[in-house]
């Protein structure tokens, strides 16, 4: 079993950041692979950027790319998501997600947290 919670979320104006953080803990998250995925309202759930627990295997979907960047803390068992230039269009509740295969699709990962609040004004 693998817990994770996330932090992090709030209300922020276009332009603004966000770090996200998941914090796992459990027997089997080192060898898990971490996403974190958005599920907008009336939308699926979304995949937005996954990593692993040694820094690599890093993956944005393309309309985060060069905005978001995600890091693992392995000391602190934290996995993070930075987003800049936040745009209106990145509203949704947030995920982390971890599972031995990972991927970019929801049906990979095993393990899901409760979600935070991402809000971007306009």
């Known amino acids: 079993q693998v817990q994770l919670v996330e932090s992090g979320g709030g209300l922020v104006q276009t332009g603004g950041s966000l770090r996200l953080s998941c914090a796992a803990s459990?027997?089997?998250?080192?060898?898990?692979?971490v996403g974190w995925f958005r599920q907008a309202p009336a939308k699926e759930r979304d995949f937005v950027a996954h990593i692993n627990w040694s820094g690599h295997n890093i993956y944005y979907t393309d309309s985060v790319r060069g905005r978001f960047t995600i890091s693992a803390d392995n000391a602190k068992n934290t996995v993070y998501l930075q987003m800049n230039s936040l745009k209106p269009e990145d509203t949704a509740v947030y995920y982390c997600?971890?599972?031995?295969?990972?991927?970019?699709?929801?049906?990979?990962?095993?393990?899901w947290g409760q979600g935070t609040q991402v809000t971007v004004s306009s």
């Open positions: 997600a971890a599972g031995p295969y990972g991927g970019l699709v929801a049906h990979g990962y095993d393990f």
């Open positions: 459990g027997r089997t998250f080192r060898s898990s692979t």
